[in-house]
């Protein structure tokens, strides 16, 4: 039964709350400019709505922090430990879990075993630690979205889905070299779209007919279940814990960041059914992350993880979440601002090519409306484009396919008025766009650049 009224409802009470400190627009101007123009190097207090991303930024539920209490920190077989395994198999039945401090680690581990030079991963789009740490091996990233995953204002139910056609290519040409093929769910690189569950079982037969395994990059696992639940024929009503497990059914592993959908402020897992392979793993994980029952990990994070895997697949929870991202979009689409079509499930992200078409993607569009949304209200919103991607690994240059800045809305932590707010800066930013400068770097380290490299308005 559909509900009888609109207004989204948080569904929670707030319990404890973190103040925050306005600045003036000059005093912002002052603190980007120290900053180098790199939105990552400003102090967090100065900054009004953070945006930047939803990666262990969402607020704990009383349970969790509760569940912190619980927290056994035994060097080897705590108790912790296996509460969190069980969470984790609960939804995702993999015989090996290997616990790490976050998601780069359990692909660092992943990537470090089973790839190496002349090597190629595809994926739907790598996200930008995973493409660096396939490159790190010196094996090749490739991104294999549909042609729809390309363009933002293409409209479609599963915008992440793999291209099946050039998937079925690479590997009829190149299986031997493939180790692994990846499905980022959502695919957070390429809009927060979700992978339908028809998409994957594709995935999974040309896998299988090609003798490739096939990992899910799953941080967002649980919002890709709901929008299964919504958009996938078959799937109307069904329950998220179900689908989960018939997605991980698909794969043969996974890597996980527990800062996204568990809603940890840290954490993550590499999770497998190769026993080999997991043992290979779990000698990597000794020499940096730890023992193989904690990983990067306390005992009192494994029970928070355990806990925010029961409440992110809860209906109510994931109801409020996707449809208050969806609000944003809406309300932007209303007022003409070019998004990522449709909305995603943790982010709205802004269409800055689109937006600013006389800034050309080498002089950085995404970077100059990210800078102009923060000196305008305090907004910090993270550029996903050329700034990101174009740096290849030879060191030359290249447009990024979109030209994008992210808004992620970390989970259950800003209320309906803060998003009114962040609407109407982006509104009043996007009026006067065609004002907003290009960029230059001045600096810039050889990968990742876009978390420290410094930049220079242009004219
Ligand atoms: C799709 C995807 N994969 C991997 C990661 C890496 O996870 P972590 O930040 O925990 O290292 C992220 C983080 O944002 C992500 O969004």
Redesign the pocket.
Known sequence: MPEPYRTIVEPFRIHSVEPLRFLTADERAAKVRDAGYNLFDLHADDVLIDLL?D??TGAMSRDQWAAIQHGDESYAGSPSWFTFLAAVQELFPFPHVIPTH????A?KILFTAIAAPGMVVPNNTH????RANVEFTGAEAVDLVIPQGRDPSADHPFKGNMDLDALDALLADRAADVPVVMV?VT???GGGQPVSLENLRGVRAICDRYGVPLFL?A??FAENAWFITLREPGYEGASVPDVVREMAALADGM?M????DPMANIG?WLALRDDDLAERCRNLLILTEGFPTYGGLAGRDLEAIAQGLRECVDEHYLRYRIRSTAYLAEALDAADVPTVKPAGGHAVYLDARALLPHVPPLAYPGQSLAVALYEAGGIRGCEIGTVMFGLRPDGTEAPAAMDLVRLAIPRRTYTQSHVDYVIEVVTDVASRASSLPGYRIVEQPAQLRHFTARFEPLG
């Open positions: 991303t990666s262990g976050q998601g780069r680690a692909e996200f930008d630690t995973t980022t695919n957070n690189s990059d941080c967002r890597t960041s527990a800062k996204k993550g």
